[in-house]
């Protein structure tokens, strides 16, 4: 794992989690309002993890060891800073609630690892100008309403308990940019381990269909994404999950 050190400006690569200092994970997505070392480089943690510095996208070796360890390194980070740069801060609980609904964050698909991965209360909501908003336990009946996510699995419950297809409905409308993401967001999730092949396209998520149904061969909810449960097929895209949430 590398960090950044927001304070003395450099980078310091750690072996192993017991030798990982206490550090601070952001969260954000890509768009006009990035998210600069400016805006957090006075945090209260000196030890800081952000995908746009601390991975070596030019190493297919680092990018993939670093994408099958991101969820681990979300639940672990001392505090999750989670920008929504599209929200504007306020006063009014119920604006700051529709505001929050209509984020771009909510509708992205590396982020759902993001929300789930930490603790609740170590989640924490900013708005645009870094106002903070309020954690992810404060949040949790809103944040329910807008992901279709059980309250439980947002208040810390073992995302085991989950079934497969309950996991997929999660995902189903979450958009990323690249096809093959649409599957390697979701290994954190399914605690699944696969090599990054960008330009396999589609392929990326029946490999990951077929490495769920391996890891957890009981769970049947994989083949319930159509009108009928069907073991011979599997689906070809995440979306497909989409109307299955509330009867899995």
């Not at 805006?39 to 601390?54: A, E, G, P, Q, Y």
């Not at 399914?190 to 077929?210: C, K, S, T, V, W």
Request: glycine share 4%; aromatic share 10%.
């Amino acid at each position: 794992m590398r960090l950044l050190h927001a304070s003395k400006w450099h980078m310091a690569d750690f072996i192993s989690d017991d030798a990982t200092p206490r550090y601070a994970i952001l969260s954000h997505t890509w768009g006009l309002n990035e998210v600069t070392y400016h805006d957090w480089k006075n945090l209260s943690i000196s030890d800081v993890w952000v995908d746009t510095c601390c991975i070596d996208k030019s190493s297919s070796a680092e990018l993939t060891e670093a994408i099958n360890s991101m969820f681990r390194w979300y639940s672990m980070a001392a505090v999750c800073y989670v920008v929504l740069s599209d929200v504007e801060a306020t006063s009014d609980h119920a604006v700051l609630e529709e505001r929050m609904a209509k984020s771009r964050w909510f509708t992205r698909g590396w982020t759902l690892q993001e929300l789930l991965a930490p603790p609740p209360e170590k989640l924490i909501f900013y708005s645009k100008e870094w106002t903070r908003l309020g954690s992810k336990k404060d949040f949790v009946d809103i944040v329910s309403s807008i992901t279709r996510i059980n309250k439980q699995y947002l208040q810390g419950q073992d995302l085991r308990h989950a079934s497969v297809a309950q996991k997929m409905s999660w995902a189903a409308l979450r958009q990323t940019s690249r096809l093959e993401d649409v599957a390697y967001c979701l290994l954190g999730l399914f605690d699944i381990n696969m090599p990054m092949i960008y330009g396999e396209g589609d392929r990326a998520f029946i490999r990951l269909q077929e490495a769920i149904m391996t890891s957890t061969p009981d769970d049947h909810s994989l083949f319930a994404w159509g009108p009928i449960l069907d073991e011979a097929d599997i689906a070809s895209s995440k979306g497909a999950f989409a109307a299955r949430h509330g009867h899995l």
